[in-house]
């Protein structure tokens, strides 16, 4: 309980706080070696860009990014808010 009434707490409300600092290391670890500039979103959508970096196949068969997906939901969260954070 104690651990809900903190994360409720977080600056925007959001449901799940997100940490761009933290997801430029993800980003810098997972995706920057075929990705030396952001990924733009336009084809992807960016409210299916969750289940998209979880398992590119899955979401895509035919995707050409051959990753096998971000296992942990805060690394997804962390990166999507880091490259929100260039918008
Ligand atoms: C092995 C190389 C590789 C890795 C690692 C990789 N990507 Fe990609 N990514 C690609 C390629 C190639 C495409 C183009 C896919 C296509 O056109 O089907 C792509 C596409 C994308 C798209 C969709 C762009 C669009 O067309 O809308 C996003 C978003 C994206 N990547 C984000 C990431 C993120 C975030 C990471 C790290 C967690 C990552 N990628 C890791 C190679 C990679």
């Given amino acids: 309980m104690i651990a809900c009434a903190i994360a409720a707490v977080g600056a925007t409300g959001a449901a799940r706080a997100a940490d761009p600092v933290a ?31 979880a398992n590119p196949k899955k979401y895509n068969p035919k995707t050409a990014m051959d990753f096998r997906g971000l296992k942990r939901a805060s690394d997804i969260d962390n990166v999507i808010a880091y490259i929100m954070s260039f918008r």
């Fill in 23 to 53: 997801g430029k290391v993800v980003y810098e670890k997972n995706c920057r070696k075929c990705h030396k500039a952001l990924p733009h979103t336009e084809r992807i959508g960016d409210a299916n860009l969750p289940r998209y970096l």
